[in-house]
């Protein structure tokens, strides 16, 4: 079975703060991506990343960066943290067509 | 660019009785299209997808969807939901040349006793 993990599955930062999404595939997958999950919204695709080192924003990109420096691991970066980016953070691999999403993370910034 | 609707927000469904969950899509290519399921506090898990050939066809969990070209409707269906059932489902889409999914604003489906 394909399995995809995130580092954690609740998480509170302070506005202004510096964080770090970590997600990571265990089936040499080359595409990954970062999603945020809003009610009412669906699921909007923040970056994704088609091979290592390779990155390209995607519809919501602004206030967030990513890396990924080996091939199972893509990571998601806040800057600066703000209120609004409080939401729900999915992230996903990508392999004949099907995306396998890890369990989420609950990102909450006061 | 593709875009992805779906009719209804909430859907209350009593167990054992059919559930009906409407997606329309709208694209300028061909496109792959997709329903997902969340369980409460997990990630998405698909339930079935369309490439080509067949427009009806089967996933896991007793679902079914029917893709319409013409509609540009991909509707997702069970003809008897149990209480786990419960859930949120998204609809997305894909075009056949393109890594990213657009997802619809998602379904929730509430199976009461």
């Known amino acids: 079975d394909v399995k995809v993990t995130q580092s954690s599955r609740y998480l509170v930062k302070r506005t202004g703060e510096k964080v770090f999404l970590e997600c990571v595939q265990d089936?040499?997958?080359?595409?990954m991506f970062w999603y945020r999950q809003d009610p009412g919204l669906g699921l909007r695709l923040i970056y994704f990343s088609y091979d290592v080192k390779m990155k390209e924003k995607g519809d919501i990109p602004e206030g967030y960066s990513v890396s990924r420096e080996k091939k199972e691991r893509f990571s998601l970066i806040l800057e600066s943290a703000s209120t609004n980016q409080t939401s729900m953070y999915l992230c996903a691999s990508r392999q004949n067509n099907e995306q396998f999403f890890g369990p989420g993370t609950r990102l909450t910034v006061l | 660019a593709q875009s992805v609707t779906q009719l209804d927000s909430q859907v209350p469904v009593f167990e054992e009785a059919p559930v009906e969950l409407r997606c329309n899509y709208s694209s300028s290519v061909s496109v792959y299209l997709f329903w997902y399921v969340q369980y409460p506090n997990q990630g998405l898990q698909l339930l079935l997808k369309?490439?080509?050939?067949?427009?009806l066809v089967k996933g896991i969990n007793g679902f079914e969807a029917e893709f319409n070209k013409s509609q540009t409707s991909f509707h997702l269906r069970k003809p008897s939901v149990h209480i786990s059932d419960t859930a949120e489902y998204f609809c997305?889409?894909?075009?056949?040349?393109?890594?990213?999914?657009?997802f619809g604003a998602g379904t929730t489906v509430t199976v009461r006793a």
């Open positions: 997305a889409v894909s075009p056949l040349t393109d890594y990213k999914l657009s």
């Open positions: 089936m040499d997958h080359e595409n």
């Open positions: 369309y490439l080509s050939g067949s427009t």
